[in-house]
């Protein structure tokens, strides 16, 4: 039997529950380099995810949640965007102050419980009828092939 939307959903948010473990570690230690490499390595990964969110989960989960519900799930992605991009930034810089440590601890505060508050949307996805559930894991497998990174598809996000 293949892999089923709700799994592989799941599957992205343990990765990203991963990635977000190993950040505070780097950023805790003061390890630019290793922020700079996780951040790069984590950037196809939350490209697809946040896409595949945003362009085909919200917009088949609207008849279950509402609009004004996916209007809240795009809000709370508007902070995870400035929290990536704001650690992205100061990812670039050789040398950290404590301030700007602190800062980095911020930017990863907004984007620390997406993949609890997240998964909760499984038990929407899961009322969705099977061939809907179907064609969202075709979404999501394409994304994933076109491998968009979260940078391209902020800028993409700005645009729309
Ligand atoms: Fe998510």
Redesign the pocket.
Known sequence: MGTTIIQEFRA??QRIRGTLVRLRQAITKGDIPEVRRLLGSADGLLGS?FKF?ERHLYPALTGLVGEDGVRQLIREHDSIFRGVGDLAALAAKDTWSDGERTAALDSLALIGD?PEN?DDLCQYIAHLPGSEQAALLDHMQALRLQRITFSEYAVERRRT
């Open positions: 992205d948010h995810h969110e997406h997240c």
